[in-house]
T-cell receptor, first 114, second 111 residues
Framework: NAGVMQNPRHLVRRRGQEARLRCSPM?????VYWYRQLPEEGLKFMVY????????ESGMPKERFSAEFPKEGPSILRIQQVVRGDSAAYFC????????????FGQGTRLTVV | SQQGEEDPQALSIQEGENATMNCSYK?????LQWYRQNSGRGLVHLIL?????REKHSGRLRVTLDTSKKSSSLLITASRAADTASYFC???????????FGTGTRLQVTL
C-alpha cells in the first residue's frame, strides 16, 4: 500500500512562472490537505479537499494560489506568478475519513523561486 | 500564526538518556498529536491523545496532556541515535486532519 505520493520532490521556478504541485493520497483516503513549511518553522495549514470539493481553504493566500482534487487523478496545488516568498516546502497529507484526525504525509515538494 | 509553542527549541542528549519536549496551545482542542520529521523528509505520525485522556504510552513514547494548562509533553525514553529528528505537536478542533502545528523541537541524540 503506497503512501502519499508527491511530485516533483524539487521544483525550481523563475519569478512570474507557474508552479504545479501534485499529490496522490494513500489508497482508500478521500481527504487531502496541503500544508506549507517555511525554513525552521512548523507546518501551516493551507487547504482541505475532498473529491471535487474544497472543504476549507482558510489558510490559502487570497491571490495566486488554487487547489483542486478532481474525481480522477491527483490533487493539484497551483501557484501562479510565483514570487521569492513562495519558496518553501509544500506537504500534502491524506486521511481516511472525517472521524480520524491522524494525517499521513507525503515527502513534500521543495519549491525554490529564483 | 502558529497556535502551538514548543520548548525547548533544540535539545541535545546522549544515547540512552531520556528526552522530554513540551508543547503549549491556545484554544480548546479535540485531539493532540505528535509527529516526527527527519531532515528533508515528510512528517510521521507518532501518537494521538484525546482531550479526555491524560496520559498515553506507545513503545518508548509517553505523552501527557493537561487541558487546564493547555499543554502536553512528549517523553522519549532510552533515546537512540535514530531518534534524531524534529518533533512537532499538532492540535485539531474537530475538522478532520486540519491541524495546527507547533514550532517544533530539534532533537539531537549523540553516541
Amino acid at each position: 500500500n503506497a503512501g502519499v505520493m508527491q511530485n516533483p520532490r524539487h521544483l525550481v521556478r523563475r519569478r512570474g512562472q507557474e508552479a504545479r504541485l501534485r499529490c496522490s493520497p494513500m489508497k482508500g483516503h478521500s481527504h487531502v490537505y496541503w500544508y506549507r513549511q517555511l525554513p525552521e518553522e512548523g507546518l501551516k495549514f493551507m487547504v482541505y479537499l475532498q473529491k471535487e470539493n474544497i472543504i476549507d481553504e482558510s489558510g490559502m493566500p487570497k491571490e495566486r494560489f488554487s487547489a483542486e482534487f478532481p474525481k480522477e487523478g491527483p490533487s493539484i496545488l497551483r501557484i501562479q506568478q510565483v514570487v521569492r516568498g513562495d519558496s518553501a516546502a509544500y506537504f500534502c497529507a491524506s486521511s481516511p475519513f472525517t472521524g480520524d484526525s491522524r494525517a499521513f504525509f507525503g515527502q513534500g515538494t521543495r519549491l525554490t523561486v529564483v | 500564526s502558529q497556535q502551538g509553542e514548543e520548548d525547548p527549541q533544540a535539545l541535545s542528549i546522549q544515547e540512552g538518556e531520556n528526552a522530554t519536549m513540551n508543547c503549549s496551545y491556545k484554544t480548546s482542542i479535540n485531539n493532540l498529536q505528535w509527529y516526527r520529521q527527519n531532515s528533508g523528509r515528510g512528517l510521521v505520525h507518532l501518537i494521538l491523545i484525546r482531550s479526555n485522556e491524560r496520559e498515553k504510552h506507545s513503545g518508548r513514547l509517553r505523552v501527557t496532556l493537561d487541558t487546564s494548562k493547555k499543554s502536553s509533553s512528549l517523553l522519549i525514553t532510552a533515546s537512540r541515535a535514530a531518534d534524531t529528528a524534529s518533533y512537532f505537536c499538532a492540535t485539531d478542533t474537530g475538522t478532520a486532519s486540519k491541524l495546527t502545528f507547533g514550532t517544533g523541537t530539534r532533537l539531537q541524540v549523540t553516541l
